[in-house]
Nanobody, 125 residues
Framework: EVQLVESGGGLVQAGGSLRLSCAAS????????IGWFRQAPGKEREGVSC????????YYADSVKGRFTISRDNAKNAVYLQMNSLKPEDTAVYYC??????????????????WGQGTQVTVSS
């Protein structure tokens, strides 16, 4: 059974930090690129970051570049998103997702094969 489980969300004040985790099982994790997406109420789901497989290249949305860092640990079947200097506009449900192939960008939600249930991040002003 394929599973992606996010954790680490919570409530934080503007300027604070959170570290999200994504634990995967039920598929060949190390052969998939892993992305982070977020969705705020009434808004489209948007790509935040992605980390590739064989080359380890990373991609970031302009809105988070310089503040967020994605990483992965294939031995643990895990991906992380370190979020610093958080802003109220970062408030959303954050999802991790897996895609086969070699993406050259974060991409769109429909391109991804597997999804987690999401974790809530709330940044107060």
């Amino acid at each position: 059974e394929v599973q992606l489980v996010e954790s680490g969300g919570g409530l934080v004040q503007a300027g604070g930090s959170l570290r999200l985790s994504c634990a995967a099982s039920g598929f060949t994790f190390e052969t998939y690129a892993i992305g982070w997406f977020r969705q705020a109420p009434g808004k489209e789901r948007e790509g935040v970051s992605c980390i590739n497989t064989s080359n380890g290249y990373t991609y970031y949305a302009d809105s988070v570049k310089g503040r967020f860092t994605i990483s992965r640990d294939n031995a643990k079947n895990a991906v992380y998103l370190q979020m610093n200097s958080l802003k109220p506009e970062d408030t959303a449900v954050y999802y991790c997702a897996a895609v086969r192939g070699h993406p050259l960008r974060v991409g769109l939600p429909y391109e991804y094969d597997y999804w987690g249930q999401g974790t809530q991040v709330t940044v107060s002003s």
